[in-house]
T-cell receptor, first 115, second 112 residues
Framework: KAGVTQTPRYLIKTRGQQVTLSCSPI?????VSWYQQTPGQGLQFLFE???????NKGNFPGRFSGRQFSNSRSEMNVSTLELGDSALYLC??????????????FGPGTRLTVL | DQQVKQNSPSLSVQEGRISILNCDYT??????FLWYKKYPAEGPTFLIS?????DKNEDGRFTVFLNKSAKHLSLHIVPSQPGDSAVYFC???????????FGTGTRLTVIP
């Protein structure tokens, strides 16, 4: 079974631009979560989608948005990029999205650098 | 505010010895705890978990201990192997939630 895939793996953008990241979950998984990893903060939860609906959102500004398609693939968008948005963005998929009963499987991440 | 804390950014251990990684949390609503391991250029992979109704869970060389009164958990790796060298993240959640709260990670280096 193929794992979680994320594209692109690396991205360089300049301040003010916008970016779209993509995540393909494991086949059969309906929940996709996004996390931001920075050296000082660890992994921080961005949002979770299940059956095309955002069920939960972390404490991030509205510049961060996402969506999920009918095939469970998900995209994350960051508008008006800031230097502080430079991070590794990780996507995780699970069957139903329960953090206590479902194992979350992470993709390799997209490394975003904002110049 | 970091609800899950890993105060040791790094740890070095000799091969064959015990590795002990620590984690503290502040939210008393957390009732499920996990450890993830991350190698460079890969996503985190699930290692072991523990529910708050237990105080210990063992899986091969890995054991997680939970002290609810102290809001503290630890991961023991015995014996440590060079292939265990990675960044270890502690995570926590509460029943019904669909997101995890992660610590900042501890980089474990096992010296051959």
């Amino acid at each position: 079974k193929a794992g979680v895939t994320q594209t692109p793996r690396y991205l360089i953008k300049t301040r003010g631009q916008q970016v779209t990241l993509s995540c393909s979950p494991i086949s059969g998984h309906r929940s996709v979560s996004w996390y931001q990893q920075t050296p000082g903060q660890g992994l921080q939860f961005l949002f979770e989608y299940f059956s095309e609906t955002q069920r939960n959102k972390g404490n991030f500004p509205g510049r961060f948005s996402g969506r999920q398609f009918s095939n469970s693939r998900s995209e994350m968008n960051v508008s008006t990029l800031e230097l502080g948005d430079s991070a590794l963005y990780l996507c995780a998929s699970s069957l139903q999205g329960s953090a206590t009963t479902d194992t979350q499987y992470f993709g390799p991440g997209t490394r975003l650098t904002v110049l | 505010d970091q609800q899950v804390k890993q105060n040791s950014p790094s740890l070095s251990v000799q091969e064959g010895r015990i590795s002990i990684l620590n984690c503290d949390y502040t939210n008393s609503m957390f009732d499920y705890f996990l450890w993830y391991k991350k190698y460079p250029a890969e996503g985190p992979t699930f290692l072991i978990s523990i529910s708050s109704i237990k105080d210990k869970n063992e899986d091969g060389r890995f054991t997680v201990f939970l002290n609810k009164s102290a809001k503290h958990l630890s991961l023991h790796i015995v014996p440590s192997q060079p292939g265990d060298s990675a960044v270890y993240f502690c995570a926590a959640s509460e029943t019904g939630a669909n997101n995890l709260f992660f610590g900042t990670g501890t980089r474990l280096t096992v010296i051959p």
